[in-house]
């Protein structure tokens, strides 16, 4: 299966994703990540309001293989969760850089993020790699 990595996202190599869309930050977990974790069955999520920071841990997604911490991308406040990622983890799996995404930040500071983050070229090689 060829897996996508869209070039519009920054990724961290613990497989995360971020879309900055001004001070908004859409986090989600790439299409690799849930190629080898397969069947999800849990997604644990932050609360709108919570504060998040940059490689600290906000959630965790399990799958029928495994429980993984989900790592922050950005620092900055929750103010959307994906109810029905949570709800239905597969939604995550069927689209997981479309309807999949799990939360929504707003950036502490909008032009100090994303210090450690990938271009989809570089997560691709990284990735391509390890498969």
Same mark, same amino acid.
């Not at 990540?33 to 609360?47: H, R, S, Y």
């Given at each position: 299966?060829?897996?996508?990595?869209?070039?519009?996202?920054?990724?961290?190599?613990?497989?995360?994703?971020?879309?900055?869309?001004?001070?908004?930050?859409?986090?989600?977990?790439?299409?690799?990540?849930?190629?080898?974790?397969?069947?999800?069955?849990?997604?644990?999520?932050?609360?709108?309001?919570?504060?998040?920071?940059? =490689? !600290?841990?906000? +959630?965790?997604?399990?799958?029928? $293989?495994?429980?993984? &911490?989900?790592?922050?991308?950005?620092?900055?406040? %929750?103010?959307?969760?994906?109810?029905?990622?949570?709800?239905?983890?597969?939604?995550?799996? =069927? !689209?997981?850089? +479309?309807?999949?995404?799990?939360? $929504?930040?707003?950036? &502490?500071?909008?032009?100090?993020?994303?210090?450690? %983050?990938?271009?989809?070229?570089?997560?691709?090689?990284?990735?391509?790699?390890?498969?």
């Amino acid at each position: 299966m060829q897996l996508e990595y869209p070039e519009d996202l920054k990724y961290l190599d613990s497989h995360e994703y971020v879309r900055i869309e001004g001070e908004i930050a859409t986090i989600g977990v790439s299409a690799f990540a849930i190629d080898q974790l397969g069947d999800l069955v849990f997604i644990e999520l932050p609360e709108v309001g919570d504060a998040i920071a940059t =490689e !600290d841990s906000f +959630g965790t997604i399990e799958s029928v $293989k495994a429980v993984e &911490d989900l790592k922050a991308p950005v620092s900055g406040t %929750v103010i959307e969760q994906n109810e029905t990622a949570m709800d239905a983890p597969e939604s995550v799996q =069927e !689209d997981p850089y +479309g309807e999949g995404w799990l939360i $929504k930040v707003r950036l &502490d500071n909008p032009d100090e993020e994303l210090t450690d %983050v990938l271009p989809a070229s570089e997560y691709r090689a990284l990735v391509e790699g390890e498969d």
